[in-house]
C-alpha cells in the first residue's frame, strides 16, 4: 500500500488526537486550552492563528467524531462518518508540491481553523484506507488497560499492540519468541 507523506503524517496525528481522550487511569490531555496548544505545536499545524475557547470545543467534537469511524465495524458504516466529517470541515483540495515533496493534495481550507483543519486532512486520510479496502488496519492495542488507538502499516496486518513503551516491548518480546520457536521447529 503506497501511502503519500501527507496522508502518513494525518494517520499519525489523528491517531494522536483519539489517544488524547481519557482512557483508564490516562487524564483527558485536551482538557484546556493549554493541552490543546501542546497538541497543536507538536503536530506542528499551521495557520491556525489564535486559539480559543471554541477552537477547543470544536476539535474535542471533532476527536469524538474520529473516534466513531475508528470503531466503526465495516466501510459501509464508516463511510457517512468520514463524509460528514469531511464536509463539515470544508475540505477544499489543492494540489500542492511544497518543500520539495512529489505533487500530493492538501485538503484543509486556507484560514481553516484547527478543527477543521483536522477535520479535512485526517478524515480524508481515514478516506484514504477505507477506499483502499484497509479499514481493519484501523486497530486499538490489544494490551490490557491500553486500548490505545494505532494504524498498522505492517505488510501483513499484524500489528496488536500500541508503540507505546510498555506495549512496544510486549510485541518485542513476542516477535522474539516467535523467531525462536521457527528457529528451534
Ligand atoms: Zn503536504
Ligand atoms: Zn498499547
Redesign the pocket.
Known amino acids: 500500500m503506497l501511502i503519500p507523506h501527507d496522508t502518513r503524517i494525518a494517520l499519525d496525528t489523528v491517531v494522536d488526537l483519539m489517544n488524547t481522550a481519557p482512557q483508564g487511569d490516562r487524564p483527558d490531555e485536551l482538557a484546556d486550552l493549554e493541552g490543546l496548544r501542546a497538541f497543536v505545536h507538536a503536530h506542528k499545524i499551521s495557520d491556525v492563528g489564535r486559539l480559543g475557547a471554541d477552537d477547543l470545543r470544536a476539535v474535542r467534537e471533532v476527536r469524538e467524531k474520529f473516534t466513531a469511524v475508528f470503531s466503526a465495524p465495516e466501510p459501509r458504516i464508516a463511510a457517512p462518518l468520514i463524509n460528514q466529517l469531511v464536509a463539515a470541515a470544508g475540505t477544499t483540495p489543492q494540489l500542492t508540491d511544497h518543500d520539495g515533496y512529489d505533487l500530493h493534495v492538501h485538503y484543509f481550507a486556507p484560514g481553516a481553523s484547527v478543527a477543521d483543519h483536522l477535520g479535512a486532512d485526517c478524515g480524508m486520510a481515514l478516506a484514504f484506507i477505507v477506499v483502499a479496502g484497509e479499514q481493519e488496519r484501523l486497530r486499538?492495542?490489544?494490551?490490557p488497560d491500553?486500548?490505545?488507538a494505532?494504524v498498522d502499516l505492517s505488510r501483513n496486518r499484524s500489528r496488536r499492540?500500541?508503540?507505546?513503551r510498555?506495549?512496544?516491548n510486549?510485541l518485542h518480546v513476542a516477535a522474539y519468541r516467535a523467531r525462536r520457536k521457527e528457529a528451534a521447529g
Open positions: 486499538r492495542c490489544e494490551a491500553c486500548g490505545r494505532f499492540y500500541c508503540d507505546s510498555t506495549c512496544g510486549r
